[in-house]
């Protein structure tokens, strides 16, 4: 009898934690799902909310280069054309499409379709081809960033008529019906640098900027944290000045990143005088940052190799140096790597560092070197955020866009180096 009831609470006993076991799977499925599902919202978000900003709109209208209206008679002076009355093209083609409108306001109103840089866009066309000089073509004019919303609202069945009058609306139907206003590809997105103007900003600053501030970051930590690892892994002595150096190097992986931002401005601003906004200072900042995550993963690399490695290069008569420079280098090299990608990944999307060495100031030309004022991507995007016009919303999630997909690439290269050249043992 006692046994029956031994068995019986051993069964139920086991019952008991097999139901346990199921309910902690389904809570981990659950957690997992949530997460999946709030990633899925994010993306879905900001796709929806950027996926305008790679069309704008723009009108047609028949330019006359004409050198009188301009002001010019001879194009490689370039006094003249920085003097040359360019925005007279466009609103001269246009008002020639509509030559109903007399008023000042309402010729106020009809060149406000068009963008401010329209007339500096031709000009840039005419310098390409200096056979257009008093000829007329059909060219696809950029439109306002206002005209720009309202139309993709439009198609959308939502019409935002927000900023413009019943009369703009109108001029707009009425170019739609002549099929003179569509959407094209946004070239200007990835081609140009910072504006006030919406449909003139584009992230090629921004990138320009983000690449040469990357180039500088791994120029410096990639090396420096491979030396130290290799250094603190197979010739440094352990003792207490080696455990402190690891276990400051722990908790500097662990620093805010603004703290290295705070450091860079004391040091290499203050102190050295470098200048502000530049690649350079910026990668000096995050080579700070980066490095103990790639001190860490390096020497993780260095550890998964066997020691039967070291023992056999020893056992031959390589001296030290050559078995840690001929044999653990390059089999520990493809986790190096992998550590050095996800540190600039995580680089690549910092921003509180960069805010505070000054890389936040509004930069319209594009970098040309190390030395030259950028910004970068993430800056961009804080910037773009912060701003009114309604038309910086989707150039935001855009640029956000633009941006995840460079990490998801970096990422995806660690994990695919990772896997295509590590070795198991």
Same mark, same amino acid.
């Not at 280069?65 to 301009?70: P, R, S, V």
């Not at 001190?295 to 001296?319: C, D, M, W």
């Given at each position: 009898?006692?046994?029956?009831?031994?068995?019986?609470?051993?069964?139920?006993?086991?019952?008991?934690?097999?139901?346990?076991? /199921?309910?902690?799977?389904?809570?981990?499925?659950?957690?997992?799902?949530?997460?999946? +599902?709030?990633? &899925?919202?994010?993306?879905?978000?900001?796709?929806?909310?950027?996926?305008?900003?790679?069309? /704008?709109? !723009?009108?047609?209208? =028949?330019?006359?280069?004409?050198?009188?209206?301009?002001?010019? =008679?001879?194009?490689? $002076?370039?006094?003249?054309?920085?003097?040359?009355?360019?925005?007279?093209?466009?609103?001269?083609?246009?008002?020639?499409?509509?030559?109903?409108?007399?008023?000042?306001?309402? @010729?106020?109103?009809?060149?406000?379709?068009?963008?401010?840089?329209? *007339?500096? =866009?031709? @000009?840039?066309?005419? #310098?390409?081809?200096?056979?257009?000089?008093?000829?007329?073509?059909?060219?696809?004019?950029? /439109?306002?960033? =206002?005209?720009?919303?309202?139309? @993709?609202?439009?198609? $959308?069945?939502? &019409?935002?008529?927000?900023?413009?009058? *019943?009369?703009?609306?109108?001029?707009? *139907?009425?170019?739609?019906?002549?099929?003179?206003?569509?959407?094209?590809?946004?070239?200007?997105?990835?081609?140009?640098? $910072?504006?006030?103007?919406?449909?003139?900003? *584009?992230?090629?600053?921004?990138?320009?900027?983000?690449?040469?501030?990357?180039?500088?970051?791994?120029?410096?930590?990639?090396?420096?944290?491979?030396?130290?690892?290799?250094?603190?892994?197979?010739?440094?002595? @352990?003792?207490?000045?080696?455990?402190?150096?690891?276990?400051?190097?722990?908790?500097?992986?662990?620093?805010?990143?603004?703290?290295?931002?705070?450091?860079?401005?004391?040091?290499?601003?203050?102190?050295?005088?470098?200048?502000?906004?530049?690649?350079?200072?910026?990668?000096?900042?995050?080579?700070?940052?980066?490095?103990?995550?790639?001190?860490?993963?390096?020497?993780?690399?260095?550890?998964?190799?066997?020691?039967?490695?070291?023992?056999?290069?020893?056992?031959?008569?390589?001296?030290? !140096?050559?078995?840690? #420079?001929?044999?653990?280098?390059?089999?520990?090299?493809?986790?190096?790597?992998?550590?050095?990608?996800?540190?600039?990944?995580?680089? #690549?999307?910092?921003? &509180?560092?960069?805010? +505070?060495?000054?890389?936040?100031?509004?930069?319209? $030309?594009?970098?040309?070197?190390?030395?030259?004022?950028?910004?970068?991507?993430?800056?961009?995007?804080?910037?773009?955020?912060?701003?009114?016009?309604?038309?910086?919303?989707?150039?935001?999630?855009?640029?956000?866009?633009?941006?995840?997909?460079?990490?998801?690439?970096?990422?995806?290269?660690?994990?695919? #180096?990772?896997?295509?050249?590590?070795?198991?043992?």
């Amino acid at each position: 009898m006692s046994d029956s009831k031994t068995l019986i609470k051993i069964q139920h006993s086991l019952t008991q934690r097999n139901r346990a076991e /199921a309910r902690f799977h389904w809570y981990g499925r659950i957690a997992i799902l949530i997460g999946l +599902m709030a990633v &899925a919202l994010l993306f879905i978000d900001i796709v929806g909310k950027g996926h305008g900003a790679f069309r /704008a709109t !723009y009108i047609n209208l =028949d330019i006359r280069y004409d050198a009188d209206l301009i002001g010019i =008679d001879n194009l490689s $002076d370039t006094e003249q054309l920085s003097a040359g009355n360019w925005q007279a093209l466009p609103k001269t083609a246009l008002r020639e499409r509509f030559p109903d409108v007399s008023s000042r306001r309402d @010729k106020r109103r009809l060149n406000n379709l068009l963008s401010n840089g329209a *007339g500096f =866009d031709l @000009k840039d066309r005419l #310098l390409a081809s200096p056979r257009l000089l008093g000829k007329t073509e059909s060219v696809w004019v950029l /439109a306002d960033d =206002d005209i720009d919303t309202y139309y @993709k609202s439009w198609l $959308d069945g939502n &019409a935002y008529e927000a900023r413009l009058t *019943g009369q703009q609306i109108q001029w707009i *139907g009425e170019l739609h019906e002549q099929g003179s206003i569509k959407l094209k590809f946004n070239s200007n997105l990835f081609n140009r640098g $910072d504006s006030r103007e919406p449909e003139q900003a *584009g992230i090629r600053g921004a990138a320009v900027g983000s690449f040469l501030t990357l180039v500088m970051t791994l120029m410096l930590s990639f090396p420096i944290g491979v030396c130290a690892a290799i250094y603190l892994e197979e010739f440094a002595p @352990k003792n207490r000045w080696t455990d402190f150096i690891e276990v400051n190097i722990n908790n500097l992986a662990a620093v805010p990143s603004i703290i290295f931002g705070l450091l860079g401005l004391a040091i290499f601003i203050n102190f050295f005088h470098v200048p502000r906004s530049v690649p350079i200072v910026g990668g000096l900042v995050l080579t700070l940052m980066t490095l103990p995550t790639i001190i860490i993963t390096s020497r993780a690399a260095i550890k998964s190799v066997p020691p039967s490695i070291r023992e056999a290069a020893l056992g031959v008569g390589a001296s030290r !140096y050559q078995m840690v #420079l001929h044999h653990v280098l390059p089999l520990a090299l493809p986790g190096m790597l992998t550590g050095a990608i996800i540190g600039m990944a995580q680089a #690549l999307g910092e921003t &509180a560092p960069l805010l +505070m060495i000054g890389m936040v100031a509004f930069i319209v $030309d594009i970098p040309n070197g190390f030395s030259d004022p950028a910004t970068v991507l993430p800056v961009q995007i804080f910037l773009w955020a912060d701003s009114p016009e309604r038309a910086f919303v989707e150039k935001t999630s855009a640029a956000i866009m633009v941006l995840l997909s460079f990490l998801i690439a970096m990422n995806t290269t660690a994990v695919w #180096l990772r896997r295509r050249l590590e070795r198991r043992w």
